[in-house]
């Protein structure tokens, strides 16, 4: 009884046996094939790549200004009267030239009366002056006392100031007349009238405004922040979009010193030429003022960029059998302008990064490269993937 059951155990087990031998029994020929299969299952993405060089970046701040005329003035009537002049609008003026003259009827009766008055004067004085001329050797001789000689004094210092004063009434009546004339201060154009001819006008009051176009600025406020990166000599670069006028290049001619604290800025200048009278007073600028110029670095677009919870990355075009393929590469960021970053560690010169088809990539996906650019500088677009060749190198 028992011997029967242990044979029956023994032939349970050879049974269990059998069946794990033949599990573990080499693959037949159709194993490669399987192989083959998953490898060709692989997903292929299609990308451009951009092939790192050393690259110059600028980190520019962009702001928003204003063109001002280096030489605008408005300019005030320094007497009261009536406008008899006004040079026309538009007009070319050189330095000096006669913008707007007032009636002078009265100015010049003032000024001969005054005349009249120093003549009247003068003659009291020298016939004074001779008076105590002929009177001082009596006076030494003590021919006259002291007391009628001190009289001749007093006289003639009374003639003399009134002289004086006398003077004085014609140089200022001289200068009423003058100021019914208004001059240009620099070489202009009228740009503006503030009054009309034969209008009865006040001292003090606006008349007539001059520009000179030769010599523009533009006035631009500058975020607190960047107060110790901007100075005077700070490269800048203009751009007039709105207008058709070219870009300029110029640096910084003044930077203010006080912080407005409502905006929290500062001011600053950057003088243009403006031989050809293109830029007008009042014109909005787009100011980009380099806060820094980094060299040979390494430069990519901001869209290529990834971001996750881990951290950011890009990924790199690898070597492998199939061709190349993504390597998912952890960076750390610098600057960023323009739609470019700098990136100051991860990446090396050489290596080529996916700058178009990176949000459909994963890690160890296959690349059917479209494009690979070898430019020194790119720019993205912020609203697609795509990239445009600013310089070549």
């Known amino acids: 009884m028992h011997t029967h059951g242990w044979i029956r155990l023994s032939a349970l087990t050879g049974l269990v046996v059998l ?16 192989d083959t299969a998953l490898a060709a299952a692989k997903r292929r993405v299609r990308v451009e790549l ?21 030489r ?6 320094q007497a009261s009267g009536t406008v008899e002049y006004l040079a026309p609008l538009g007009s070319q003026v050189k330095a000096g030239a006669v913008l707007a003259r007032l009636n002078q009827t009265l100015a010049r009766a003032a000024l001969k009366q005054a005349e009249a008055q120093l003549a009247s004067a003068r003659a009291a004085y020298e016939l004074a002056l001779d008076n105590f001329r002929r009177q001082e050797p009596l006076f030494r001789d003590s021919i006259i006392s002291a ?19 006398a003077e004085a009434a014609v140089e200022q009546a001289r200068k009423q007349l003058a100021h019914t004339v208004i001059h240009a201060p620099f070489a202009g154009t009228v740009e503006a009238h503030f009054v009309d001819e034969g209008e009865q006008i006040a001292m003090g009051q606006s008349v007539v405004r001059l520009v000179n176009l ?17 100075h005077v000599g700070t490269r800048a670069e203009l751009r007039f979009q709105a207008y058709g006028i070219p870009p300029q290049q110029a640096t910084v001619t003044f930077v203010g010193n006080a912080i407005d604290p409502a905006s929290r800025t500062f001011p600053i200048e950057v003088q243009l030429d403006n031989a050809d009278r293109q830029l007008k007073p009042a014109m909005v600028a787009r100011v980009r003022l380099a806060r820094q110029v980094l060299d040979s670095v390494v430069v990519v677009p901001l869209p290529a960029v990834v971001r996750d919870e881990t951290g950011t990355s890009v990924f790199v075009a690898d070597s492998s059998a199939e061709g190349p393929v993504a390597r998912q ?13 700098v990136v100051t560690q991860g990446l090396r010169f050489g290596e080529k990064v996916v700058v178009l088809g990176q949000n459909d990539l994963s890690d160890g996906d296959l690349l059917d490269v479209l494009q690979t650019y070898t430019v020194a500088a790119l720019a993205a677009d912020a609203t697609t993937d795509s990239v445009r060749t600013l310089q070549t190198p």
């Open 19 to 34: 069946v794990l031998l033949g599990g573990c029994a080499p693959p037949d020929a159709s194993a490669p094939a399987s």
């Open 50 to 70: 951009l092939e790192l060089r050393p690259t110059r970046f600028v980190d520019w701040i962009e702001l928003t200004g204003s063109l001002e005329a280096e």
């Open 72 to 77: 605008d003035v408005t300019l005030s009537a």
């Open 147 to 165: 007391l009628e000689f001190e009289n001749v004094r007093t006289q003639r210092d009374q003639a003399e100031a009134q002289l004086r004063l």
């Open 214 to 230: 030769q010599q523009m600025k533009v006035r631009a406020n500058v975020p607190e922040r960047y107060a110790r990166d901007i």
């Open 329 to 341: 590469r952890y960076v750390t960021l610098g600057p960023s302008s323009e739609g470019l970053v």
